[in-house]
């Protein structure tokens, strides 16, 4: 049974859940890439068989369709009985190969509302959901003449991770920011929007196409304005109810049900959930894999289970809800460009009935610039255990007793 997966960069949620979930499935895992040679090195020293590694241009579905069908026919071995992706930049490309093969499949359509933020606005519009200020910005255009709601936020239209996103206050403000990010990003539509204040909250879910489960959520502590840099993430087993219903029924507008989606919304005074952003993939940065020991479950195997064809546990829901474990994620990040002289080697720990664990982001004697983004990861500490007091005090121990250097 082979496994297509589509990747651009290797990540923890790959070698350290996928491949590993892969492999106790019995899957042989073909992996298409347009950045292979840094697979094949990130997969050398695997405890099981490493996966095969082609070039493909991931990003244009007919040559992941072409490539899939040539191996298919070549060899009985190679036909298809899932393709899957965890990357927030594949999944309408994953879907659209999916489907073209028959296999189980998210909508494509969803997929491309959930990528293309301008869109998913104005689909949670047209639906009666929610109504949030917002436009876009082609390449190059100029925003005068907009007339937000000051303070807006710009971001680009299919960004990820932070990454060039920031709140302005007036529109001097937002000229220059749109410029320096045009700058950088040529070619890149930009979305101008409503601000929306309150607390930042995720929802975390997994659907089989039959039913949809609520695995938990995380409450997340932002940097100041004007960044968004995801600091701390703090496990929720269960928001209230009803915000966990206006949730989903912004999802289900907007298509959103099967496999693995992380939604990022904001709780506002007034109870209303307002959707950020729908990531239509499993949560990164090391909360997927403190979310699969929080919750007890075969998580990776769960998800890519659905994608096998294979139904959930109809309790699934229930037992993560029920769970009496309680988890913070933090991450390190870099305050200035420069290279990392000092700092950590990855670590686990099991003391006081909390278990953690610090994987670094960053090698040292690498230098980076200074993005004010999620790219100024230089580590993720997580900690599990049942009682948050110990949990939170065994990450400040472990953030104490270390120490992170950056030389200019």
Same mark, same amino acid.
């Given at each position: 049974?082979?496994?297509?997966? +589509? ?45 095969? &590694? ?7 579905? !007919?040559? *992941? /369709?072409? #490539? ?21 930049? #594949? ?21 491309? @509302? ?6 998913? @606005? ?9 109504? *949030? ?26 960004? *990820?991770?932070?990454?060039? &996103? ?10 220059? %920011? ?5 700058? %950088?990003?040529?070619?890149?539509? +930009? *979305? ?10 995720? #929802?975390?879910? /997994?659907?089989?196409? %039959? ?21 701390? #993430? ?40 307002? /959707? ?31 994608? +096998?064809? @294979? ?47 610090? !994987? ?17 990861? +230089? ?17 400040? @121990? ?7 250097? /950056?030389?200019?």
């Amino acid at each position: 049974m082979r496994l297509y997966l +589509l990747a651009l960069n290797p990540t923890d949620s790959v070698t350290d859940g996928f491949l590993p979930a892969a492999a106790r499935l019995g899957l042989d895992v073909t992996v298409l890439t347009d950045h292979a040679e840094p697979h094949r090195q990130a997969y050398a020293a695997l405890p099981f068989a490493a996966p095969e &590694v082609l070039d493909c241009d991931v990003r244009d579905f !007919r040559a *992941v /369709i072409s #490539l899939i069908s040539r191996r298919g026919l070549d060899s009985g071995d190679h036909a298809p009985v899932a393709v899957f992706s965890n990357s927030d930049h #594949l999944q309408t490309q994953t879907a659209l190969a999916a489907e073209y093969f028959g296999l189980p499949a998210k909508d494509w359509k969803a997929a491309l @509302r959930a990528k293309d933020k301008g869109q998913l @606005r104005r689909h949670l519009a047209l639906t009666g959901q929610d109504t *949030v200020w917002s436009t876009e910005l082609a390449p190059g255009q100029d925003p005068a003449g907009l007339d937000p709601p000051f303070p807006c936020v710009v971001k680009p239209r299919e960004g *990820v991770a932070s990454e060039d &996103v920031t709140l302005v206050a007036d529109a001097a403000e937002l000229a220059q %920011r749109c410029k320096e990010i045009q700058h %950088r990003r040529a070619g890149a539509t +930009l *979305v101008v929007e409503e601000f929306l204040d309150g607390q930042l909250c995720t #929802l975390e879910t /997994i659907g089989d196409g %039959r039913r949809r489960h609520v695995l938990g959520g995380f409450r997340t502590r932002l940097s100041p304005p004007p960044d968004f840099i995801e600091e701390v #993430l703090t496990f929720v087993p269960a928001h209230p109810q009803p915000v966990v219903d206006q949730v989903l029924a912004q999802l289900d507008a907007l298509g959103v049900g099967f496999g693995a989606c992380h939604t990022e919304f904001v709780l506002q005074p007034d109870g209303r959930a307002r /959707i950020i952003e729908v990531n239509y993939r499993a949560i990164g940065d090391q909360c997927d894999l403190m979310l699969a020991e929080i919750l007890d479950i075969p998580l990776f195997e769960l998800i890519l289970g659905v994608h +096998l064809g @294979r139904e959930l546990p109809a309790d699934l829901a229930e037992r993560c809800a029920a769970t009496p474990r309680r988890a913070r994620n933090e991450a390190v990040c870099a305050d200035r460009a420069g290279v990392l002289t000092a700092a950590p080697g990855p670590y686990d720990e099991e003391r006081d009935g909390v278990r953690l664990a610090y !994987r670094p982001l960053r090698p040292v004697g690498e230098r980076h610039e200074h993005y004010r983004t999620n790219r100024d990861y +230089l580590g993720v500490i997580w900690a599990v255990g049942t009682d948050q007091g110990a949990v939170d005090g065994s990450v400040a @121990r472990f953030l104490a007793a270390n120490r992170w250097e /950056i030389t200019p």
